[in-house]
């Protein structure tokens, strides 16, 4: 618990300028922002990275060598991870590929026992795993604070990620 508290303290100082100076305008252009924990030789998670502010989302990028650490100081089972971590301010995580599309969604919905969302492992065609035209229908899960997880939203074709 005293590790999860120092982290966020430490994320909380880490990104204060940037906080600080978004919130100057924050009630005419709110933007989300993210800390995308990752490794530092990940393409998919640097392509991730790349569609968030296409959709709205500005991201900040930490390397780590080894980030299970940060996955388990948010609560992120083993089953439901994947390659980066992207973290809010205030600590609700989205683990993996998920599309901006449904971390908007879930940012402006009341969960008050979720710790975010969940896109595990690394399913072709998802937002970072482009390979041409393949895709790989795929679940967004939301997690909860007791460990357990249910579908948040199914998606079946790539364009249904951008809609």
Not at 14 to 41: C, D, I, R
Not at 146 to 159: I, Q, R, W
């Amino acid at each position: 618990m005293f590790k999860k508290r120092l982290h966020k303290a430490a994320l909380t100082l880490l990104l204060f300028p940037l906080f600080a100076s978004s919130n100057e305008h924050a009630e005419t252009n709110q933007v989300l922002e993210l800390l995308v924990y990752k490794t530092p030789t990940c393409g998919c998670c640097k392509k991730w990275i790349s569609h968030i502010p296409n959709e709205g989302i500005r991201a900040y990028s930490k390397d780590f060598q080894i980030i299970s650490n940060i996955k388990r100081e948010y609560g992120i089972a083993a089953k439901y991870r994947s390659c980066h971590t992207a973290v809010t301010r205030e600590g609700v995580a989205f683990e993996g590929h998920v599309p901006a599309k449904y971390i908007k969604q879930f940012i402006s919905e009341d969960h008050p026992d979720a710790i975010g969302l969940s896109v595990p492992a690394m399913p072709v065609g998802s937002p970072g795993m482009e390979m041409g035209d393949q895709f790989m229908p795929y679940s967004v899960l939301i997690l909860f604070k007791d460990g357990t997880s249910k579908a948040y939203a199914e998606v079946n074709s790539f364009e249904e990620q951008f809609e």
